[in-house]
C-alpha cells in the first residue's frame, strides 16, 4: 500500500522515510526515485511548486 507517501514530494518522502513515519518499505535508490517523480510531473503537467531544489540538484535533476 503506497497510502503512508501520500501526496509528498521527494525531500517529505526522504525526511519521512527516515524518521520512520508511515514507513513499510525501503528506499534503495532514491535518485531514480525523485527522477521518476519529476518525469510524471511533467508528463502529466502538474507543478513542481513547492518542492525542495535542492532535493533534485543533489540527484544531478534540474527542476
Known amino acids: 500500500m503506497n497510502s503512508s507517501k501520500g501526496s509528498a514530494g521527494p525531500s517529505d518522502f ?3 522515510s527516515n524518521n520512520g513515519k508511515g514507513l513499510e518499505y525501503k528506499i534503495v535508490r532514491f535518485c531514480e ?6 518525469a510524471v510531473k511533467i508528463k502529466f503537467g502538474l507543478s513542481l511548486e513547492g518542492n525542495n531544489a535542492k532535493t533534485f ?3 544531478g535533476i534540474s527542476l
Open 57 to 59: 540538484t543533489t540527484c
Open 33 to 38: 526515485y525523485v527522477q521518476k517523480y519529476r
Open 14 to 16: 526522504l525526511r519521512r
